[in-house]
């Protein structure tokens, strides 16, 4: 059964880069077209950060500006986030999941920005 | 951007009685392939979301079927036939259709 692992820090700085690793196990990259992040803000709905294939095919929610990144490595399983120049508001509860549909996800990782 | 609208926001439900979410979209969610691009996930305190249904109707693995969707167009419906209390928690729609993929503000079901 597939699993989603997350990791990376918990506290990043203003103007600093939100950096995350979702790391498949049970499986491969390969188990899934389709990669997403969707984030969880305080007080907030979800909100859909963007997705990346298998083979680097990316989409990006306009709503964050060009400042998302996302990458696969397919020797070790593992997809990245990265999200630059953060703010208070870009602190918030974040998972990677399969896509479409969304039926495996990551335990989620808090990330606040804070000095 | 497709925007998705949720009523109620908020439902307090007795245990045993039926529940209904609706979903609205700011246009039809029919994709060429002749399937509606809208799921349903329920989100409880401290867990990631769950999927409950696909593509409009299809219950995710595992999901009693005391739940079931239903709709087409730019309207959709989730109910719950008999509640319980573990059902309690936010429930979003999303649409699938096109990027930026949008979730609905949530309903949050208490019983």
């Known amino acids: 059964q597939v699993q989603l692992r997350q990791s990376g820090p918990g506290l990043v700085e203003p103007s600093g880069t939100l950096s995350l690793t979702c790391t498949v196990s049970g499986g491969s990259i390969s188990y899934s077209n389709w990669w997403s992040w969707v984030r969880k803000s305080p007080g907030k709905g979800l909100e859909w950060i963007g997705e990346i294939s298998q083979s680097g095919d990316t989409n990006y929610n306009p709503s964050l500006k060009g400042r998302v990144s996302m990458s696969v490595d397919k020797s070790k399983s593992q997809l990245s986030l990265k999200l630059t120049f953060v703010t208070a508001a870009d602190t918030a509860v974040y998972y990677c999941?399969?896509?479409?549909?969304?039926?495996?996800w990551g335990q989620g990782t808090t990330v606040t920005v804070s000095s | 951007e497709i925007v998705l609208t949720q009523s109620p926001l908020s439902l307090s439900v007795t245990p045993g009685e039926p529940a209904s979410i609706s979903c609205g979209s700011s246009q039809s969610l029919l994709h060429s392939n002749g399937h509606y691009y809208l799921d349903w996930y329920l989100q409880k305190p401290g867990q990631p979301p769950q999927l409950l249904i696909f593509?409009?109707?299809n219950r995710a693995s595992g999901v009693p079927d005391r739940f079931s969707g239903s709709g087409s167009g730019a309207d959709f419906t989730l109910k719950i036939s008999r509640v319980e209390a573990g059902d309690v928690g936010i429930y979003y729609c999303m649409q699938a259709l096109q990027t930026p993929y949008t979730f609905g503000p949530g309903t949050k079901l208490e019983t």
């Open positions: 593509l409009v109707s």
């Open positions: 999941t399969k896509w479409h549909p969304m039926d495996v």
